[in-house]
């Protein structure tokens, strides 16, 4: 069974860094066959890309949302069953809740964005609040 649990979420001053966890389990973060990416959705927004990575990107495997190039960073465990989202110079506008998730078919991530409606299994979410 695909599952996918988020964790090391809370709350952040403006410019501070936090990591967040996903420990995955029926699978590993191979990308012969999947997608996976970190997705998030703030209050009254709809849910975004962050960043994803996947074999089928010409010049990837990673994609990063103009919104945090530079600021955020995707890694994997050596073992493959957990990937993490560093966050680094963290503002008030990424405040939200965190979504890991990976996509059965191998596609939603491209080099023009990443399309959340490819992505098949989503994890529960961790919240992320930054704020003075």
């Known amino acids: 069974q695909v599952q996918l649990v988020e964790s090391g979420g809370g709350l952040v001053q403006p410019g501070g860094s936090l990591r967040l966890s996903c420990a995955v389990s029926?699978?590993?973060?191979?990308?012969?066959?999947?997608?996976i990416g970190w997705f998030r959705q703030a209050p009254g927004k709809e849910r975004e890309g962050v960043v994803c990575?996947?074999?089928?990107?010409?010049?990837?495997?990673?994609v990063y949302a103009d919104s945090v190039k530079g600021r955020f960073t995707i890694t994997r465990g050596a073992a493959k069953n957990t990937m993490y989202l560093q966050m680094n110079s963290l503002k008030a506008e990424d405040t939200a809740v965190y979504y890991c998730?990976?996509?059965?078919?191998?596609?939603?991530?491209?080099?023009?964005?990443?399309?959340?409606?490819?992505?098949?299994?989503w994890g529960q979410g961790t919240q992320v609040t930054v704020s003075s």
């Open positions: 029926g699978f590993t973060l191979e990308l012969d066959y999947y997608s």
């Open positions: 998730a990976r996509a059965d078919s191998g596609y939603g991530c491209y080099e023009h964005g990443i399309n959340k409606y490819d992505f098949d299994h």
């Open positions: 990575m996947s074999s089928r990107v010409s010049k990837g495997p990673t």
